[in-house]
């Protein structure tokens, strides 16, 4: 691939990016004073070469706050470094929406693929103390919530005149669930009419469905959320309410543990989450309404 930019044509001090990180083989100004940066090998100092978004210090697009998600070199003066190491690096997800912001605001395209909806989204999820939380959905395909309660940024539990409490997930959240699961959640009207990977909205269970989602993400947030779910009532309710999923977990491969049946605890019971009493529970607040849409969707039990 050939670079955009000559590597002898930036800045000198991008030459001390070299040392910790391989040598230069790519450089393109993505926004002015902001560059897309990727590095080659240089074995035996490094096995692997690095992407980097390097910040210029008198780039408009960034603002202070991003700045300081950044990491400066001694060795760099005027640089800012965002290394991107993976999905869940904060850095990375904050300068790359500035980016995108500074392009969407001066009529620029966007890469492919991207739109500042779904950096926000991510952004909430990885980073929220920048982005905000997710919000609390008002509306659901059972009508508007009475009330909510947090399990976790992007996981709440919504009181429903209709149908009760009802989980509802954001959409990043979801990509930590089978496809099966995904597909027999309800949606509301937007991401009915227009598709949820249009719409990039929350994915809705009713109760006695949502231990399904629940026991798919319980393994990747031990130390989140978790622990406000009695694990063994939930693979209780797993292996009562829908024991052909139980099955094809252990024969099918479907979870993490192969080939492994979800163990079943006498005494624990099938309620795994314990609402709180209605004084205690918060209104919902939203930034923008969802409106509900009524939908049919054939049992887990049906799925082949």
């Not at 006695?208 to 993400?217: A, D, G, N, T, V």
Request: aromatic share 12%.
């Amino acid at each position: 691939m050939e670079s955009p930019i000559p590597i002898s044509a930036l800045p000198p001090q991008f030459r001390a990016l070299e040392e910790p990180y391989g040598t230069i083989c790519y450089a393109e100004e993505v926004c002015p004073g902001v560059y897309e940066v990727l590095t080659k090998s240089d074995p035996p100092k490094r096995w692997s070469g690095a992407e980097l978004i390097v910040v210029m210090e008198d780039a408009p697009a960034i603002s202070p706050e991003a700045r300081s998600y950044g990491m400066a070199l001694p060795t760099a003066p005027g640089l800012l470094v965002y290394p991107d190491v993976d999905y869940y690096d904060k850095a990375t997800h904050v300068v790359t929406y500035e980016i995108h912001t500074y392009l969407a605001e001066h009529g620029l395209p966007l890469p492919a693929g991207t739109s500042l909806l779904e950096d926000r989204l991510r952004g909430m999820e990885i980073c929220p103390e920048y982005f905000g939380p997710f919000p609390v959905p008002e509306d659901t395909p059972w009508g508007r919530a009475i009330r909510h309660d947090r399990l976790w940024n992007g996981l709440y539990w919504l009181e429903t005149e209709e149908a009760g409490w009802v989980l509802a997930i954001a959409y990043p959240l979801c990509e930590d669930l089978l496809a099966e699961t995904e597909a027999f959640a309800m949606l509301d009207r937007y991401g009915q009419e227009d598709g949820i990977d249009r719409t990039l909205g929350f994915r809705f269970y009713r109760y006695e469905m949502s231990c399904i989602p629940l026991f798919e993400l319980l393994d990747f947030n031990t130390e989140t959320w978790a622990p406000k779910i009695d694990a063994a009532a939930l693979r209780n309710a797993v292996l009562t309410s829908f024991p052909l999923y139980a099955r094809r977990y252990a024969e099918e491969d479907l979870g993490c543990l192969r080939g492994q049946d979800i163990p079943y605890t006498p005494g624990a019971g099938t309620e795994f989450y314990h609402f709180p009493q209605a004084d205690t529970c918060r209104p919902p607040v939203l930034s923008s309404p969802q409106s509900p849409v009524l939908l049919i969707w054939s049992s887990l039990r049906d799925i082949t």
